[in-house]
């Protein structure tokens, strides 16, 4: 089964940024996953979120308030 990947944000130039790194370390890895944006400020918030970029698999936040990098992303998709 596909992991899910949310990128939660408003689309900023630090949101789209993350979003690349995690295509990429998906990529690299080679493993099933969707990756959806969220972008509405009120799921957002319910999610527990105070600072975006922010980065959930499988509906668990567990990046937030940065940009994440390559190994980062790719470490986290590995233990989830």
Known sequence: M???VEILGKGCP????TE??????IEELGIDAVVEKVQDID???S???????????DGKVVISG????LDEVK???QQA
């Open 2 to 4: 596909a992991k899910k």
């Open 14 to 17: 630090r949101c789209k940024q």
């Open 20 to 25: 690349k790194i995690v295509r990429m370390a």
């Open 43 to 45: 799921e957002i918030i």
């Open 47 to 57: 999610r527990g979120v105070v600072a975006t970029p922010a980065v959930a698999v």
């Open 66 to 69: 940065r940009i994440p990098s």
């Open 75 to 77: 470490k986290v998709l």
